[in-house]
């Protein structure tokens, strides 16, 4: 069974630091470009970082440039997301996304933060 399961999320105050991780199952991500997107509260799901199958290309969000950083560990078929400096206007869903021949999402963690 296919699955992306997301994790690491909670709730902090701004300035604080949270690690996203998506482990996947079913599936090796080698061949995956991965991506991690975002849903806040009566909002569109908005793109917050890629990278590349090979991981050597990455883009995130303006906002988020310089506080974010994607990466993934084939072997351990993860992705991770590390999240610096958060601000209250990062708060959402955080979903993680597989696309190859196939497209393939977690059902996301909830990332709050708020003073």
């Known amino acids: 069974q296919v699955q992306l399961v997301e994790s690491g999320g909670g709730s902090v105050q701004p300035g604080e630091s949270l690690r996203l991780s998506c482990a996947a199952s079913?599936?090796?991500?080698?061949?995956?470009?991965m991506s991690w997107y975002r849903q806040a509260p009566g909002k569109e799901r908005e793109p917050v970082a890629y990278?590349?199958?090979?991981?050597?290309?990455?883009n995130y969000r303006p906002s988020v440039k310089g506080r974010f950083t994607i990466s993934r560990d084939d072997a351990k078929n993860t992705v991770y997301l590390q999240m610096n400096s958060l601000q209250p206007e990062d708060t959402a869903v955080y979903f993680c996304?597989?696309?190859?021949?196939?497209?393939?999402w977690g059902r996301g963690t909830q990332v709050t933060v708020s003073s």
């Open positions: 996304c597989a696309r190859y021949s196939e497209t393939y």
């Open positions: 079913g599936f090796t991500i080698n061949q995956y470009s």
């Open positions: 990278i590349s199958n090979h991981g050597d290309i990455t």
